[in-house]
Each structure stands twice: as structure tokens, then as C-alpha cells.
């Protein structure tokens, strides 16, 4: 008798009519898993960055800096600066990246004087965002409570301690470490009267 109860107790999901739904339901949900964080490791990469005519301007200026090449030989790319870890901050970051695709598309900074026409603009964007995070992408790498004061040079041993007790982030005193810093624009004609 308790063999007849047992077939009447409803869906058995590991029976052999539900094991090739849910196995295919899994691999699929693995796939787009993986495809979805190969897309976001693709669009993370320099080369894939750079490869934007409009993006020629900063990939030379960064080629300049410590960021790009130093004794260490650490080097940070456009994404350790520009994309954030963690992961809700890097989806509302690579979601707004659409305006780079527009304007690339659009052609607003496909010259050098068109670039420069909103070099003010765009980095001052980018510099409130960092000072919103409290620089956060900068202190992946630099943080206060790992620097060793007495191994920088006069200028950062003296500054870094103050802006510690100060609460300073780090874009407050490193704006154009990685690219040109803009020279702020002229107020607009005719205000002074």
C-alpha cells in the first residue's frame, strides 16, 4: 500500500522527463553567465578603450605618465582609473559609457581642437565623479594606511599626512596626473559689465 501513496505525491524535478529542461535551463544559464563577463572583460581592456578615434588624445598624454611606465613597472590602465569593482558601480558605469559611444559615432571629438573645445568639460566630469567616490578607483592602489611617508619624496611627506587629517581624496591635489590637466576656461564675455 505505501508504493501506491508514493506515486500520487506530485512532480519529481530529477525524474528523467524534468533532468534534460533543468540541465539545459543550467548550462545556458553558465553560458551567458561567462558571455556576459567576457564582454565586460573585453570592454575593460586598453586596447579595446583606445581603439575609439576620439580616444587618441588621452591614450598619447597617458603614454607620458607614471600610470603608463615606471620603475616599478606597475601599470594602470584605463580601466583601473575609469571603471569601478565594484559590481553595481561597474554596471551604471559601462551603462553611461553609452555617451562615449554617441559622441564617437557623432564625431564631437574626432579632431584634436574639437577634443580640446570640451577637454574642461569632460574632465571636470570625471573629477567630480572621483571626488563623489572618494576616489575609489585611485585608492585600489594608493592608500594612505599602506604608504610608507618616509620613502616619498619631501613635497609628498609633508602633503599626504595632511590631507589624511585633512580627509582629502586623492583627485584634490592629482588632477592631471594621468592626462593634461585643462587650463579652466575664461569666464564668458561680457559678465563683468
Known amino acids: 500500500m505505501a508504493d501506491d501513496n508514493s506515486s500520487n505525491q506530485g512532480p519529481h524535478f530529477f525524474s528523467r522527463k524534468y533532468i534534460f529542461p533543468i540541465l539545459l535551463i543550467f548550462f545556458a544559464g553558465v553560458l551567458g553567465f561567462a558571455g556576459f563577463n567576457s564582454i565586460l572583460s573585453y570592454t575593460n581592456e586598453m ?3 583606445t581603439s575609439c578615434h576620439s580616444m587618441k588624445v588621452n591614450f598619447e ?4 605618465s607614471v600610470h603608463y611606465k615606471n620603475a616599478s613597472g606597475v601599470q594602470a ?13 561597474k554596471m551604471k558605469a559601462k551603462i553611461l559609457a553609452y555617451k562615449d559611444v554617441l559622441h564617437e559615432i557623432l564625431g564631437t571629438l574626432d579632431t584634436k581642437e574639437k577634443y580640446e573645445s570640451h577637454r574642461w568639460e569632460m574632465a571636470s566630469r570625471v573629477w567630480a565623479k572621483m571626488e563623489a567616490t572618494d576616489s575609489r578607483e585611485c585608492r585600489n592602489c594608493h592608500n594612505f594606511d599602506n604608504m610608507d611617508f618616509s620613502e616619498q619624496d619631501r613635497m609628498a611627506r609633508k602633503q599626504h599626512p595632511r590631507a589624511q587629517l585633512k580627509d582629502q581624496t586623492c583627485i584634490d591635489c592629482h588632477k592631471g596626473i594621468a592626462h593634461e590637466e585643462p587650463d579652466e576656461p575664461d569666464e564668458e564675455e561680457g559678465s563683468d559689465s
Open 47 to 49: 586596447e579595446f578603450c
Open 61 to 64: 598624454e597617458y603614454k607620458e
Open 77 to 89: 590602465i584605463c580601466s583601473d582609473c575609469h571603471v569601478p569593482k565594484p559590481f553595481f558601480a
